[in-house]
């Protein structure tokens, strides 16, 4: 896969957002195009995508936090599945990180998606036996 892989452009965001909702990664008490929005307007992160003229046919959002580097929103667009674009971007979002520092990249992956975990795997990536534990900082939207 040779496509070049460039941050997203910011009239690219709403695409990128109709990406992730056909890949089933949007859930209803987050907003896509503020969090695509925030990502691109932050020094420490970042939103990778590969293109195939105007259309946004994969993405990544990555972001280092000064300890580990973080994963989000990795789609690939259904047609454009099985020939190594999803692993391209993910190699593209970890030298993106690597370059600020990050020593280690991490990612969440829903219990619901098992596919994931296998794509996961195939790249090398290991399970942490650690739990996620989260809190809203404001009213649960949606
Ligand atoms: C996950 C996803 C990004 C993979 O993209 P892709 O472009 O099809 O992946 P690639 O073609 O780069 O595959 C890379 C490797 O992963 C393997 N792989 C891909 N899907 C796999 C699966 N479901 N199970 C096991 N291995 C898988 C491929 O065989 C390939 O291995 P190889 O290079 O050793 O042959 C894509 O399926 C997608 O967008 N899914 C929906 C959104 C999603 O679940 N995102 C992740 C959220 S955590």
Redesign the pocket.
């Known amino acids: 896969m040779s496509l070049p892989i460039r941050p997203l452009a910011s009239d690219q965001v709403v695409a990128a957002a109709e990406l992730w909702r056909a890949?089933?990664?949007t859930r209803p008490w987050n907003d896509p195009e503020a969090d695509a929005r925030l990502a691109l307007s932050t020094p420490t992160s970042t939103i990778l995508a590969a293109r195939d003229g105007d259309e946004v046919i994969?993405t990544v959002m990555v972001g280092f936090d000064g300890h580990r580097a973080w994963v989000y929103y990795?789609?690939?667009a259904e047609a454009?599945?099985?020939?190594?674009?999803?692993?391209?971007?993910m190699a593209a979002a970890e030298a993106w990180v690597a370059d600020l520092g990050a020593p280690k990249i991490e990612?969440?992956?829903?219990e619901t998606?098992a596919?994931?975990s296998?794509?996961y795997?195939?790249?090398g990536y290991t399970v942490e036996p650690v739990k996620v534990f989260s809190r809203w900082l404001v009213e649960r939207p949606g």
Request: positive net charge; hydrophobic residues 60%.
């Open positions: 890949a089933g990664l994969g990795l789609a690939v454009r599945r099985g020939v190594g674009l999803g692993r391209a971007l990612l969440m992956v829903r998606n596919a994931a296998g794509f795997v195939s790249l």
